[in-house]
């Protein structure tokens, strides 16, 4: 009798599972938006933007996140005041005399030379010349800070490669090679 019952249980579920079941009527989507989206093509225009052609400008004066605005301009006076007025915001605990050097290796010295006597190895191998040596000119944290930000002669900017921080730690080394020359 239990075997009947048992029987009767499983066939009562199978016909109340198979009839949730319709062909021509699918079951309902939640947010059938996600699943049928519009397809756009992807340089086309759009009304999504106020000019329906191109994207929303930011905001005037708005500044990326984590980016220190620099003052001093890409400007022979620039590199003057730079040089006579821009102070290291670095206290003397962070100072990394390490991680100084350590990106000194990386970005300077194949053309500044480990010692800072502008005998690095593009230097000897003739691709760079009239590197200048560290102890010929008059350099300041600030100067050294604003070349390698902006770069000057043939010598391209970091500003992209080196956070602030890390420009700072660069020009500290740089100030400690000019006292060793």
């Known amino acids: 009798m239990k075997r009947v019952y048992k029987i009767t249980l499983l066939f009562g579920i199978t016909i109340l599972v198979a ?4 062909n021509s009527a699918p079951n309902y989507q939640y947010f ?7 397809g ?11 000019n329906g052609k191109e994207g929303q400008l930011p905001v005037d ?14 400007t022979p006076e620039g590199y003057e005041l730079a040089k006579a007025n821009l102070k290291s915001p670095i206290d003397s605990l962070d100072r990394s005399s390490d991680k100084g050097q350590a990106l000194y290796e990386i970005y ?4 500044h030379g480990a010692a800072g006597n502008g005998k690095g190895k593009l230097v ?5 010349l009239g590197v200048p040596s560290y102890k010929d000119r008059v350099i300041t944290e600030g100067s ?5 930000t902006y770069g000057l002669n043939a010598m391209g900017s970091h500003a992209n490669q080196l956070s602030a921080h890390e420009r700072w730690l660069v020009a500290d080394y740089v100030l400690k090679l000019r006292s060793q020359l």
Do not use: L, Q
């Open 144 to 148: 050294v800070f604003h070349v390698v």
């Open 32 to 38: 059938p938006n996600m699943y049928e989206s519009v």
């Open 40 to 50: 756009y093509e992807t340089y086309s225009e759009s009304n999504a933007f106020k």
């Open 61 to 74: 004066g708005t500044i990326n996140r984590g980016f220190v605005p620099y003052e001093y301009e890409n």
């Open 124 to 128: 000897e191998r003739e691709k760079f």
């Open 19 to 22: 009839s949730c079941h319709n």
């Open 108 to 111: 300077c010295i194949s053309c």
